[in-house]
């Protein structure tokens, strides 16, 4: 069964300072991984995704993710935050044919000034 | 190209009452997810469409909720009756498809408040 945990619900940083979004995944076989972004009131917008080709996939607004296969991690970065990021991002998982997803429980991204 | 359009967006009704959220996908996409997000949560999948027959409901609470997309384009989310704790964001997404089922794009969602 697929399984996807985001290790930080909130994380803060300064703007200008590097992003790190941690998930990691569980899964019996190999997976398609996704990261999306939702702002307030908005609905959630695709930042990169991951389906077995280069392990760096890099995504809009400056963002990129690492697939780390002997980690189970797929941890989303950014060099440098800009107040326009503070949202809920969710790392989310797809295996099998069956189109199921599975979304972790969030974390919230505080960019201080 | 128009995304994928939610009505209504906020809705507030007492309990027992009935609801429904309506969503119309991206022209051509023909698999559509109905989502429950509540406050501080990921989204949990309530229901899958593709064209108009539900291939996933086994999240979907039967004895209140209902679903519908007749003609495989727009669908409908039925409640009736509304209880407290269903007081929720309803997200709807769609999708072209492919092996993993491609990029989802999402609606604003319809946020439900039950008094």
């Known amino acids: 069964a697929q399984s996807v945990t985001q290790l930080d619900s909130h994380v803060s940083v300064s703007e200008g300072t590097p992003v790190l979004l941690r998930c990691n995944y569980s899964?019996?076989?190999?997976?398609?991984l996704f990261w999306y972004v939702q702002h307030p009131n908005k609905g959630l917008q695709l930042l990169l995704k991951?389906?077995?080709?280069?392990?760096l996939v890099k995504g809009i607004n400056g963002f990129e993710a690492e697939f780390k296969k002997s980690e189970t991690s797929f941890h989303l970065t950014k060099p440098s935050a800009h107040m326009s990021d503070a949202a809920e991002y969710f790392c989310?998982?797809?295996?099998?044919?069956?189109?199921?997803?599975?979304f972790g429980s969030g974390t919230q991204l505080t960019v201080l000034p | 190209e128009a995304g994928v359009v939610q009505s209504p967006r906020y809705k507030i009704i007492e309990k027992k009452q009935p609801v429904a959220f309506w969503c119309n996908p991206i022209?051509?996409?023909?698999?559509l997810y109905w989502y429950l997000q509540n406050l501080g949560q990921g989204p949990e999948l309530l229901i899958r469409?593709?064209?108009?027959?539900?291939?996933?409901d086994s999240q979907l609470p039967k004895d209140r909720f209902s679903a519908e997309r007749l003609k495989g384009v727009d669908s409908t989310l039925k409640i009736q009756p509304a209880e407290l704790g269903d007081s929720a964001v309803y997200l709807c997404?769609?999708?072209?498809?492919?092996?993993?089922?491609?990029?989802?794009?999402f609606g604003e969602g319809s946020r439900l408040t039950v008094l």
């Open positions: 469409y593709e064209n108009e027959e539900a291939v996933d």
């Open positions: 997404a769609s999708s072209s498809g492919g092996r993993f089922g491609g990029e989802l794009f």
């Open positions: 899964s019996s076989y190999s997976p398609s």
């Open positions: 991951y389906t077995s080709a280069a392990t």
């Open positions: 989310v998982g797809s295996s099998g044919s069956a189109r199921q997803l599975t």
């Open positions: 022209s051509g996409h023909n698999t």
